[in-house]
């Protein structure tokens, strides 16, 4: 999948489309360092390490009754691989420092910009947990081989940052033409910051293309 195509814009509609009433949780393995993923994910117990000075709930607590999503989920390092896999397999887990495990009913949706077969064709990503998590593939194409797209993700990118900025601004149908014509080499993500600073420097609350 190419860099900033919106995939974590896809598996939050996957999940509002689940009809699952749990929080959509995100977890960007690249985002932490191997020695945290065990804290982030699982979470711990209050005396678990130094600093640890009252019990925190890591990402698949959080995610019970919702979805679970792991972006860039090639970069897990193998230790982790197996922990997750059991994790998902047997719908449990262990918090850092505790005596038994507990229970979570989350769903898992995981991106990847890498190969995941080639991966496991090397040796680093495990074989089984790529079977497990290969249920239903979504490929992401270009935002620019995807023109219909264009539309609705402007006007969802608007309205999150009138609702960030409480700036009311719309869009008139040439600007739209505009938006729809230009080629994004930034894919989804330039968009979204495309609409975010139209919001920040727009001079009336009706933006043209002239």
Not at 35 to 42: A, G, K, P, R
Not at 83 to 94: D, G, M, P, Q, S
Not at 161 to 178: C, K, M, W
């Amino acid at each position: 999948v190419p860099t900033g195509v919106g995939k974590e814009v896809v598996a939050q509609a996957l999940h509002r489309a689940s009809g699952r009433t749990g929080k959509f949780v995100a977890f960007n393995v690249c985002a932490f360092p191997e020695t945290m993923f065990d804290v982030e994910l699982f979470g711990h117990t209050r005396g678990a390490f130094t600093g640890a000075h009252s019990d925190s709930s890591g990402l698949l607590a959080q995610a019970d009754g919702g979805t679970a999503f792991f972006d860039e989920i090639s970069a897990l390092p193998i230790n982790s691989q197996v922990k997750v896999l059991r994790a998902i397999e047997l719908r449990e887990y262990r918090p850092l420092g505790a005596r038994a495990h507990r229970r979570s009913d989350f769903r898992v949706v995981a991106a990847s910009n890498g190969d995941l077969r080639s991966l496991v064709a090397r040796g680093q990503f495990r074989a089984d947990l790529l079977q497990r998590l290969a249920g239903m593939l979504i490929t992401i194409p270009r935002l620019a081989d995807r023109p219909a797209d264009i539309r609705p993700l402007a006007d969802l990118f608007l309205q999150e940052a009138i609702a960030t900025l409480g700036r009311p601004v719309a869009l008139r149908e040439d600007a739209i033409s505009l938006l729809e014509e230009h080629p994004w080499p930034g894919n989804v993500r330039e968009l979204r910051m495309t609409m975010h600073r139209l919001v920040v420097l727009a001079d009336s609350p009706c933006v043209g293309r002239g």
